[in-house]
């Protein structure tokens, strides 16, 4: 079982300079990590938004060097020995030089501190593992303990079907330590990037303050066709989109990645107050 004592102390070095190529999934073209640092992970050929791995989402929006990692020392395990997971999680870790789908710490934006969590779709496709889910619980009972607003950065494929019944249960999990942050008077912001689905979307992505997307996320629970066949319906072009999320009430706002720092920074003066 996980300990679940609370770590007084974050952890260590939480960026790297490593490079690494980047297809974007518009155009296919592949470009470099640092030349998409760059252009905020916009693809220069296209403009089509490119997926960003979690410490460059971190490091996009926090205060240079006021971000401190906590509980990396939590890893995703193959303990029911599902077949081919063990591989699967050697793969991903080696790839993404992460342990789980999730990195969570402290950080300052416009010098005003709180938590984070960002998800990180290299990691089989950031999907709802019982080490994703510890994290997240984690980071909002030290949130409630600090006094802490928490944002967050979703994108996950939905549970991770080769933990079973494990990761279905960390919806509720996660869900049940947002309620305690909320019920404490904290702030919780969520930011809904492509792809938020299936259990995230059921849980902690829709359980914000105030939620935010970027402009063109897939949003959603179930898969289109599988709505469609539900309903018999021939749903919209644009459904399951952060804009028509945006028109049916269910964000609060579509941020593009330029204004996003300094539209954090506003919300969290404004429930928090001032920083240093």
Not at 201 to 214: C, F, H, P, Q, R
Request: glycine share 10%; net charge neutral; charged share 25%.
């Amino acid at each position: 079982m996980l300990n679940r004592k609370k770590r007084r102390i974050p952890e260590g070095a939480p960026f790297t300079d490593e490079e690494f190529d980047v297809v974007c999934s518009g155009c296919k073209s592949v470009h470099k990590r640092s030349e998409l640092l760059k252009t905020g992970y916009i693809c220069p050929d296209c403009g089509r938004y490119v997926r960003v791995p979690a410490r460059d989402r971190i490091r996009m929006i926090a205060d240079s060097g006021s971000f401190y990692e906590l509980d990396r020392g939590i890893t995703s395990v193959d303990f029911l020995d599902f077949p081919g997971y063990g591989e699967k999680l050697e793969k991903a870790k080696k790839q993404t030089g992460e342990r789980s789908a999730v990195v969570t710490g402290v950080m300052r934006v416009l010098g005003i501190p709180c938590a984070v969590f960002a998800m990180d779709s290299r990691f089989v496709m950031a999907s709802m593992g019982s080490a994703v889910g510890e994290k997240i619980t984690r980071l909002f009972e030290y949130a409630e303990e600090m006094r802490l607003p928490v944002f967050g950065v979703t994108c996950s494929g939905g549970a991770r079907m080769q933990e079973g019944a494990v990761s279905l249960m960390q919806m509720a999990k996660c869900s049940g330590a947002v309620r305690r942050h909320s019920d404490a008077g904290l702030l919780y912001v969520a930011l809904l990037t492509d792809p938020t689905t299936g259990g995230m979307t059921a849980s902690i992505a829709m359980e914000g303050d105030i939620t935010l997307a970027e402009p063109h996320a897939l949003v959603g629970f179930a898969g289109r066709r599988v709505v469609e066949q539900t309903t018999g319906t021939a749903l919209p072009d644009d459904f399951q989109t952060s804009e028509f999320l945006l028109d049916h009430g269910f964000v609060d706002a579509v941020v593009v990645r330029s204004d996003l720092r300094d539209t954090l920074g506003r919300i969290l003066r404004l429930h928090v107050g001032g920083g240093d």
